[in-house]
């Protein structure tokens, strides 16, 4: 799986471990990831790859989701890692 802005990642490694992040923006190997709560888009997390597990959903950066509320409710559809 390919990570791309857009796409639905979670955490594999660190304390936000399990957690469901939305890529914004992608930097050699690092990724920056907001989920618009603890991470917003104000100051998303950076993140390299290799700590990341994609799923098979991407999702359109478009103006509804360019907010904590958009993200926030485009990630609630998913369910976390317990």
Do not use: C, W
Request: glycine content about 8%; cysteine-free.
């Amino acid at each position: 799986m390919q990570i791309q802005p857009g796409s639905v990642v979670y955490s594999k490694a660190g304390h936000d471990k399990g957690s469901l992040f939305l890529v914004l923006q992608i930097e050699n190997d690092y990724v920056y990831l907001a989920d618009g709560k603890l991470r917003k888009l104000e100051k998303p997390k950076k993140k390299k790859q290799k700590h990341l597990q994609g799923t098979n959903h991407v999702l359109q950066l478009d103006e509804t989701l360019l907010s904590n509320a958009g993200i926030r409710k485009a990630l609630a559809q998913f369910k976390p890692i317990q």
